[in-house]
């Protein structure tokens, strides 16, 4: 398993393993998504940023700890 940091908030991260399928091994979100085989990883980790997107939007939204 690997966990992987968002550039912009080192704090949001992602786990991510190696699952073999379809007679290659594939990058794997901890939710199960399968995101690229291990031999595209800059597919892959153009594919986390967009996963991890709204995670790290919310964390620099200066109205997330305002209350009605």
Not at 30 to 41: A, D, F, I, N, Q
């Amino acid at each position: 398993m690997l966990r992987v940091y968002s550039w912009d908030a080192p704090a949001i991260g992602e786990s991510i393993s190696v699952t073999l399928g379809n007679g290659e091994w594939w990058y794997q979100s901890s939710t199960g998504l399968w995101l690229t085989p291990c031999k595209r990883v800059t597919l892959a980790t153009y594919k986390l940023s967009i996963l991890l997107t709204p995670w790290v939007s919310a964390a620099f939204d200066p109205l997330r700890d305002d209350q009605p």
